[in-house]
T-cell receptor, first 113, second 116 residues
Framework: NAGVTQTPKFQVLKTGQSMTLQCAQD?????MSWYRQDPGMGLRLIHY???????DQGEVPNGYNVSRSTTEDFPLRLLSAAPSQTSVYFC????????????FGEGSRLTVL | AQSVTQPDIHITVSEGASLELRCNYS??????LFWYVQSPGQGLQLLLK??????LVQGIKGFEAEFKRSQSSFNLRKPSVHWSDAAEYFC??????????????FGKGTHLIIQP
């Protein structure tokens, strides 16, 4: 089992560019989520989904879009990147939502110049 | 709103010594509480969780945590640390904005350094 796979692992963008961070899981989890990790800030919830076709906002959703067309995939889109979005992004999934164990990807490090 | 405080940013412990990492939470009801560990360059892995029942919870890798409602604490302990325990440790509480839980609210993390 691959678990939770994130691509790319590293990306450098210029301000105003758009990109998509990919997240795929092969564990048939209904719940998926995106977090960003900044130095000294811990992880903060961006968006989450409780199943295909259902998404909702977390604590810091501004500047990010998500969609969930399949159970396996939960991409995170940056429509117009800003330097404040420089961060490490983690995708996590779980069979019982956030009150159960979450399985995290290895992260995607994004730098916006 | 829920919040988590980890008062120690860095902790240095000698190999073989005991360890305690502190975590305090703010939440009105009984929370779902978690400890996750992050090794360098890796994602997070669940060590243990608590919601109800026995207030002393056993986890993986020899870790345990004790829930103390009166102190709003959920401290992580290990009787004897190994060099492989060097990592970042995060305490977390389930985050609710309305009905069910949305995600987790994490503390800022404690960086554990193991001295030989």
């Amino acid at each position: 089992n691959a678990g939770v796979t994130q691509t790319p692992k590293f990306q450098v963008l210029k301000t105003g560019q758009s990109m998509t961070l990919q997240c795929a899981q092969d564990m048939n989890h209904e719940y998926m989520s995106w977090y960003r990790q900044d130095p000294g800030m811990g992880l903060r919830l961006i968006h989450y989904s409780v199943g295909a076709g259902i998404t909702d906002q977390g604590e810091v959703p501004n500047g990010y879009n998500v969609s969930r067309s399949t159970t396996e995939d939960f991409p995170l889109r940056l429509l117009s990147a800003a330097p404040s979005q420089t961060s490490v992004y983690f995708c996590a999934s779980g069979p019982y939502g956030p009150t159960g164990e979450l399985f995290f990807g290895e992260g995607s490090r994004l730098t916006v110049l | 709103a829920q919040s988590v405080t980890q008062p120690d940013i860095h902790i240095t412990v000698s190999e073989g010594a005991s360890l305690e990492l502190r975590c305090n939470y703010s939440y009105g009801a009984t929370p779902y509480l978690f400890w996750y560990v992050q090794s360098p360059g890796q994602g997070l892995q669940l060590l243990l969780k608590y919601f109800s029942g026995d207030t002393l919870v056993q986890g993986i890798k020899g870790f345990e945590a004790e829930f103390k409602r009166s102190q709003s604490s959920f401290n992580l302990r290990k009787p004897s640390v190994h060099w492989s325990d060097a990592a970042e440790y995060f305490c977390a509480v389930a985050l609710y904005s309305g009905g069910g839980a949305d995600g987790l609210t994490f503390g800022k993390g404690t960086h554990l350094i193991i001295q030989p």
